[in-house]
């Protein structure tokens, strides 16, 4: 019988943080039975280490309860958790359809923290009015609504985000969008999520991610998407690197999420680092 973990990331409650699956081994597993249990759990994502190295390397691959995605930063966090709990805390490389993604854990007592660094980002080029009209349709936006000073772009980390930045912390609040058509939008342009955001001060964020392309509505925290926006940061010169921004999210689902974004000058990887907790039976 396959041995499914459940965890919350990027927080240190059960019942908060982003909920992922963790098959510590599913080297007997096609990929179309980890589809199967992906939708069985029903988390926006599980991991499946479906290779296991002697040198704390890892093949994984992700799937929400849709389809399987290149990357996915909460599920990455909640694996690295598991394997420290059940092998000790250390460094380790996992090898994901994105490129190798390198995650250093520590404990203290009971409490692991993991830190990953994506993928070498990249930040696409400015989109028109035309191309962002769709999404804002969808999601029930008007153009006046966005922070004029945080021009919408698609970013990647591993997998392509769209990031649109509202005016306003009560604009971000009131998510009630077609699912249908962001989803359409989202598959023809090939992005995971949509991650909306607001800044509070220079370093402080608030972020929402519709998931619709997973079958999910709504991500309560989005490791690869903030890997994303620190690469938007940096690459915008809207931060001074080194930093670290701190991105609250799920808080207006009632999963509260923090996730920590250090961003090194220079175009390398982005490190995002958060804590994952395992999730007792009667909250699974």
């Not at 982003?18 to 029903?42: C, H, K, Y």
């Not at 990357?71 to 090898?95: M, Y």
């Not at 980002?121 to 989109?127: C, D, G, R, Y």
């Not at 940061?233 to 930093?243: D, F, G, K, Q, S």
């Amino acid at each position: 019988m396959t041995e499914i973990l459940r965890l919350a990331a990027f927080t240190d409650i059960p019942d908060g943080g982003n909920p992922a699956g963790v098959v510590l081994d599913a080297t007997a597993l096609d990929g179309s039975a980890m589809q199967t249990i992906a939708a069985e759990v029903g988390y926006s994502e599980t991991a499946f280490l479906t290779r296991i190295g002697t040198d704390r390397t890892y093949d994984v691959r992700y799937f929400s309860p849709a389809a399987e995605v290149p990357f996915c930063g909460h599920a990455t966090i909640a694996t690295a958790v598991a394997l420290a709990q059940r092998d000790g805390a250390g460094d380790l490389v996992l090898s994901t359809q994105a490129g190798p993604v390198a995650v250093r854990t520590q404990a203290e007592g009971e409490d692991v923290t993991a830190t990953l660094t994506s993928v070498t980002p990249h930040v696409e080029p400015p989109l028109t009015d035309d191309e962002v009209a769709p999404a804002l349709a969808a999601l029930h936006w008007s153009a006046d609504e966005l922070d004029p000073q945080l021009a919408p772009r698609i970013a990647f980390a591993g997998a392509r985000h769209l990031i649109l930045a509202a005016g306003t912390r009560e604009r971000l609040a009131n998510l009630d969008y077609d699912f249908d058509a962001l989803k359409t939008y989202m598959s023809e342009r090939d992005l995971v999520t949509v991650d909306l955001v607001f800044r509070q001060d220079a370093t402080t964020f608030h972020a929402r991610n519709p998931f619709p392309v997973g079958g999910v509505v709504e991500d309560p925290a989005t490791g690869a998407a903030a890997a994303a926006f620190g690469a938007y940061l940096r690459a915008l010169e809207l931060v001074a690197p080194p930093v670290r921004v701190t991105i609250y999210q799920g808080e207006d689902l009632g999963r509260p999420s923090l996730l920590l974004v250090d961003l090194d000058a220079g175009d390398g990887g982005i490190h995002v680092t958060g804590r994952a907790v395992r999730i007792p039976d009667q909250l699974a």
